[in-house]
C-alpha cells in the first residue's frame, strides 16, 4: 500500500518478554483502524511500537511506500505520523496555552479553531496549569494538541478514557471531519462504541495476538464484545 500505513508480522515487548507476537494491520488515506482488547493485551504496545518508541523484533512498517525500519519517533512526526499516547499525556506544570503551542512553529489559534469550538472548556482554561486539569480534561487537552498537528496519519491511544459522553461524540465528529479530508488514523479503544462510530476496520487483540480482524459490519457487535468480554 504505497498511500497508506501498514505494519506487518509485528512482534515488540519489554526486554525478553514479548507482548505483541505477530500483529498486521493496514489503512488506507481517509480510513480508521480501530484496536480493540481486553487491558493487558498489548494495545499500547503495538502503538508505541508504530510510534518508534519501542524497537520491533520482528515485523515491518510502511508508510507511504516507505520502511520506518530505524527511523525514530521524532522523525516519524517528520514524516506525518502524530502520537497520543495513553498516559503522561501533557505537561502537568506548563499551562494549557503552552502545551498546546509548545510543538508548534507559530502560536496560531486558527490551528486550534475546531477544537476550541468543539471543547470550549479548553479555551476558558488557556491560562490554567494543565496538571490541574481533571484525567478526561487531560485526555481532550491531548487529543486537541495531537490534531493541531494536522498530521496525514494519526496514532491516538484510548483518547475517550475518562471523557464525559458528549465530548466523545464531538471527538467523533473531528475524527470525521479530518478523515474526510484525507487523514488517516489508528484509534486503540475498549470503547467499542467509539471505535463503532468512527472506524472502518478493526483489529480485535488477545495475548499479543489478532483474534479478530476486519471490516466493522462484517465482524458483528457480538463476536468483537464476546473478545472484550471479561
Ligand atoms: N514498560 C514495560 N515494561 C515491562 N512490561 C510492560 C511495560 N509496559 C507494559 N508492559 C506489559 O505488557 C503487557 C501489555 O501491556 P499494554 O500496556 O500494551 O496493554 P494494553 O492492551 O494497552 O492495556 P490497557 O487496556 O490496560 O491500556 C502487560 O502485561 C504489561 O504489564
Ligand atoms: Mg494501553
Known amino acids: 500500500m504505497?498511500?497508506?500505513?501498514?505494519?506487518?508480522?509485528?512482534?515488540?515487548?519489554?526486554?525478553d518478554t514479548l507482548v505483541v507476537r505477530g500483529v498486521g494491520g493496514a489503512v488506507a488515506?481517509?480510513?480508521?483502524?480501530?484496536?480493540?482488547?481486553?487491558?493487558?493485551?498489548?494495545?499500547?504496545?503495538?502503538?508505541?511500537?508504530?510510534?518508534?518508541?519501542?524497537?520491533?523484533?520482528?515485523?515491518?512498517?510502511h508508510w507511504r511506500g516507505r520502511d520506518l525500519a530505524g527511523i525514530a519517533a521524532h522523525a516519524r512526526l517528520g514524516l506525518g505520523i502524530a502520537y497520543a499516547p495513553q498516559e503522561n499525556v501533557v505537561?502537568?506544570?506548563?499551562?494549557?496555552?503552552?502545551?498546546?503551542?509548545?510543538?508548534?512553529?507559530?502560536?496560531?489559534?486558527?490551528?486550534?479553531?475546531?477544537?476550541?469550538?468543539?471543547?470550549?472548556?479548553?479555551?476558558?482554561?488557556?491560562?490554567?496549569?494543565?496538571?490541574?486539569?481533571?484525567?478526561?480534561e487531560r485526555k481532550l487537552l491531548s487529543f486537541a494538541r495531537t490534531l493541531g498537528l494536522s498530521a496525514p496519519l494519526t496514532l491516538l491511544?484510548?483518547?475517550?478514557?475518562?471523557?464525559?459522553?458528549?465530548?466523545?461524540?464531538?471527538?467523533?465528529g473531528l475524527l470525521?471531519?479530518?478523515?474526510?479530508?484525507?487523514?488517516?488514523?489508528?484509534?486503540?479503544?475498549?470503547?467499542?462504541s467509539f471505535v463503532e462510530a468512527v472506524a472502518d476496520e478493526v483489529l480485535v487483540l488477545d495475548q499479543g495476538r489478532t483474534v479478530a480482524a476486519g471490516a466493522l459490519a462484517a465482524l458483528g457487535r457480538q463476536a468483537i464484545e464476546a473478545h472484550l468480554a471479561v
Not at 31 to 53: D, I, M, P, Q, S
Open 157 to 172: 491511544d484510548e483518547p475517550t478514557e475518562g471523557v464525559q459522553p458528549e465530548n466523545i461524540e464531538r471527538m467523533a
Open 176 to 192: 470525521h471531519q479530518r478523515r474526510a479530508a484525507g487523514a488517516s488514523f489508528v484509534v486503540v479503544e475498549q470503547n467499542l
Open 91 to 136: 505537561f502537568g506544570e506548563l499551562s494549557v496555552a503552552d502545551n498546546l503551542w509548545l510543538h508548534l512553529p507559530e502560536r496560531s489559534r486558527a490551528r486550534y479553531a475546531e477544537a476550541f469550538a468543539a471543547f470550549p472548556l479548553l479555551e476558558q482554561r488557556l491560562r490554567q496549569r494543565a496538571g490541574s486539569l481533571s484525567g478526561g
Open 2 to 15: 504505497i498511500d497508506g500505513f501498514a505494519f506487518e508480522q509485528v512482534v515488540c515487548g519489554y526486554g
Open 29 to 61: 488515506p481517509g480510513r480508521v483502524l480501530g484496536v480493540l482488547g481486553r487491558n493487558g493485551v498489548g494495545k499500547t504496545t503495538l502503538l508505541r511500537a508504530l510510534a518508534g518508541f519501542l524497537p520491533l523484533a520482528e515485523g515491518r512498517v
